[in-house]
């Protein structure tokens, strides 16, 4: 069975940095690309960022260009999204989530508030 | 970047009812997909590549569409059906999603 499990999130204060991880399981992590998708409080989703299979290439949308980075590390089966520079506009719940042009699966979601 | 249009934003339907749910892009996309979120819970990947169902899904549920133009169908409403559901494509980076439609019971 598929799982994605991310921790990480939290209250951090604008400006500040926060590092989200995903833990995935019941597949072959190193064959997939993976992704961070965002959903605002009562808002839609948002795609935030997309890492290839074996980490050489990287997406991201503008608005988090520059400050935040997708990275993985295959031999722990993990996933990250580092966040820098964290503006209020970046509250949200984060999710990882297995990437082919589309989400298969998704993880539970971890909360981000940018709050001073 | 591909803006894509979802609408209605919200409606209802009755158990037993046809509902189309429809996805119009600003720009000609190779595939549409869907996801289904129902509220406090994760997205669920609904349809993919415009017309196959994911795993579990009811066949009660059809997609279809081509270029700019894609729609959701749901034969026969049932009540678990009532979430909201969104469009994404991923033709081209950023990839984007629908602003959403909340399908209710009635």
């Known amino acids: 069975e598929v799982q994605l499990v991310e921790s990480g999130g939290g209250l951090v204060q604008p400006g500040r940095s926060l590092k989200l991880s995903c833990a995935a399981s019941?597949?072959?992590?190193?064959?997939?690309?993976m992704a961070w998708v965002r959903q605002a409080p009562k808002k839609g989703l948002e795609w935030v960022a997309t890492?290839?299979?074996?980490?050489?290439?990287?997406y991201y949308r503008d608005s988090v260009k520059g400050r935040f980075t997708i990275s993985r590390d295959n031999a722990k089966s993990t996933l990250y999204l580092q966040m820098d520079s964290l503006r209020s506009e970046d509250t949200a719940t984060y999710y990882c989530?297995?990437?082919?042009?589309?989400?298969?699966?998704w993880g539970q979601g971890v909360m981000v508030t940018v709050s001073s | 970047e591909i803006v894509l249009t979802q609408s209605p934003t919200t409606m209802a339907a009755s158990p037993g009812e046809k509902v189309t749910l429809t996805c119009r892009a600003s720009?000609?996309?190779?595939?549409m997909h869907w996801y289904q979120q129902r509220s406090g819970a994760s997205p669920k990947l609904w349809i993919y590549?415009?017309?196959k169902l994911a795993s579990g899904v009811p066949n009660r549920f059809s997609g279809s569409g081509s270029g700019t133009s894609y729609s959701l169908t749901i034969n026969s409403m049932e009540t678990e059906d009532a979430a909201t559901y969104y469009c994404?494509?991923?033709?081209?980076?950023?990839?984007?999603f629908g602003g959403g439609t909340k399908l209710e019971l009635k």
């Open positions: 989530a297995r990437a082919v042009d589309y989400f298969d699966y």
């Open positions: 019941g597949f072959t992590f190193s064959d997939y690309n």
């Open positions: 720009s000609s996309v190779s595939y």
């Open positions: 590549e415009t017309s």
């Open positions: 994404q494509q991923g033709s081209s980076y950023p990839w984007t």
């Open positions: 890492i290839s299979y074996d980490g050489s290439s990287t």
